[in-house]
Nanobody
Framework: QVQLVESGGGLVQAGGSLRLTCAAS????????VAWFRRAPGKEREFVAV????????NYADSVKGRFTISRDNAKNTVYLQMNSLKPEDTAVYFC??????????????????WGQGTQVTVSS
């Protein structure tokens, strides 16, 4: 497994931007698909975005398409989530997760064997 640590969360006004970072250590990071999930207060955890282990394919939840971009830098063992045009409904704890040799079609939480502790994102109206 890989160990994952998220950072970059914070408080931002609606319409603003944040970039989340997921830093990995352990096994060969490049062999893992990495996704972002989020859990808002009182709601179930939901899929946000995923990037395949090869980095050539991405997939997004409809609620974030056109506003969020996931990318990876395997040389730095890092995955990013650039979040633009943030809305109050984006407020949640954001988690990154890793899926060994996963592709962008695997968006269910059960596919991901490694999880970070999460970072809080709060969007004020």
């Amino acid at each position: 497994q890989v160990q994952l640590v998220e950072s970059g969360g914070g408080l931002v006004q609606a319409g603003g931007s944040l970039r989340l970072t997921c830093a990995a250590s352990g096994r060969t990071f490049a062999n893992y698909a990495v996704a972002w999930f989020r859990r808002a207060p009182g709601k179930e955890r939901e899929f946000v975005a995923v990037i395949s282990w090869a980095g050539g394919s991405t997939n997004y939840a409809d609620s974030v398409k056109g506003r969020f971009t996931i990318s990876r830098d395997n040389a730095k063992n890092t995955v990013y989530l650039q979040m633009n045009s943030l809305k109050p409904e984006d407020t949640a704890v954001y988690f990154c997760a890793a899926d060994h040799y996963g592709g962008s079609a695997r968006t269910g939480a059960g596919f991901f064997e490694s999880w970070g502790q999460g970072t809080q994102v709060t969007v004020s109206s």
